[in-house]
């Protein structure tokens, strides 16, 4: 499966890329500029350029499926947030309708269902998130969404702790590394269309720990 991956220079897309490869799929890592084309082959992938701010769509060119893991970044205001995490999410789905690319894999955030929820900082960033999320949802693809707690540069353990919407459960901060391993089985596991998944760290093995349960 040839998968591109926005975002493919950020922490999980740099996970994300090797896994791909090693998995069996052709990765192809959409970046905003050519000087992060040569990391994006170190880690397998084929870089091509696409800007969600801009012209991005190319980059989709044969892909069979999108994984959206691009952020404005914490560093930036609430005008990146909306263009990216928001407007730009939005934009890809609807590039993936246009093209035929049905399977979509998005990475949200935890409590993105609950945008009110505390810390009060972080409402705008979840409401982006949210609005994404359910433009995705009502869309006609694949989509499975992702929405991890707290993320850390921890190294993987390949095992997590995963509810499914809008059942109860939370956990511990989860590495980034387990997030692309979970991106990794979902994409194996069709059960998994259809559903939001909320991970955390934890105890169960990666495959397990997202397959939907009665």
Known sequence: MRVAVIGANGG????????????????????????QFEAVRERGGEPRLGDLKGEFAS????????????????DTGWDETLLVDLWGARRTVDACVERGVDRYVMISAYQASEPLAEPEALRPYRVAKRCADDHLEQSSLDATVLRPTALTDGEGTGRISATFEYRDGGGDDIPRADVAEAVVACLANNETIGETIRLFGGDDPVEEAIRPHD
């Not at 896994?19 to 192809?28: E, I, N």
Request: net charge negative.
């Open 12 to 35: 999980i897309g740099r996970e994300l890329l090797p896994r791909l490869a090693d998995a069996g799929h052709d990765p192809v890592g959409v970046v905003r500029d050519e000087s």
């Open 59 to 74: 980059a989709l060119e044969d892909a069979d499926a999108v994984v959206f893991t691009a952020g404005s970044g914490g």
